[in-house]
Nanobody
Framework: QAQLVESGGGLVQTGGSLRLSCVAS????????MAWYRQAPGKQRELVAR???????NYADSVKDRFTISRDNAKNAVYLQMISLKPEDTAVYYC??????????????WGRGTQVTVSS
C-alpha cells in the first residue's frame, strides 16, 4: 500500500514561480508513469504533465514551455517546476503514480492535492 504526499503549493503573484513535490512511500517495488493533474473550481480535473519511467515527458498545451516535470526514482518522487504562473493556473494540483506492489500488481495512487493560487 503506497501513500503519496504533495507539497510546495501556495500563493504567488502572476509571473511567479513555484515548485511542487510529491513523494511516495510504502510497499513499492517499481514506479511507472508519474503525472500531475489539476482541478480548478467548477472545472474538470485535467492532465498537466506526465513523465514515464524512461524520463519522457509530455505537457498540456496550456503549460508547455512554462512547467517542467521531473522525477527522482531514488526518492520515489515527482516534481513540477512552474514558472511564469498565470491566474488560470490556480487549482488544486494532484500527483499520481503507477506503482507495482510486492505482489507484482500495478495500481494508480493519488495524493490529496496541494493548492496553487496565482493572484492577478
Amino acid at each position: 500500500q503506497a501513500q503519496l504526499v504533495e507539497s510546495g503549493g501556495g500563493l504567488v503573484q502572476t509571473g511567479g514561480s513555484l515548485r511542487l513535490s510529491c513523494v511516495a512511500s510504502g510497499a513499492i517495488v517499481e514506479i511507472g508513469d508519474m503525472a500531475w493533474y489539476r482541478q480548478a473550481p467548477g472545472k474538470q480535473r485535467e492532465l498537466v504533465a506526465r513523465i514515464t519511467s524512461g524520463d519522457y515527458s509530455n505537457y498540456a498545451d496550456s503549460v508547455k514551455d512554462r512547467f517542467t516535470i521531473s522525477r527522482d526514482n531514488a526518492k520515489n518522487a515527482v516534481y513540477l517546476q512552474m514558472i511564469s504562473l498565470k491566474p488560470e493556473d490556480t487549482a488544486v494540483y494532484y500527483c499520481t503514480m503507477r506503482i507495482m506492489s510486492t505482489a507484482h500488481l500495478w495500481n494508480d495512487f493519488w495524493g490529496r492535492g496541494t493548492q496553487v493560487t496565482v493572484s492577478s
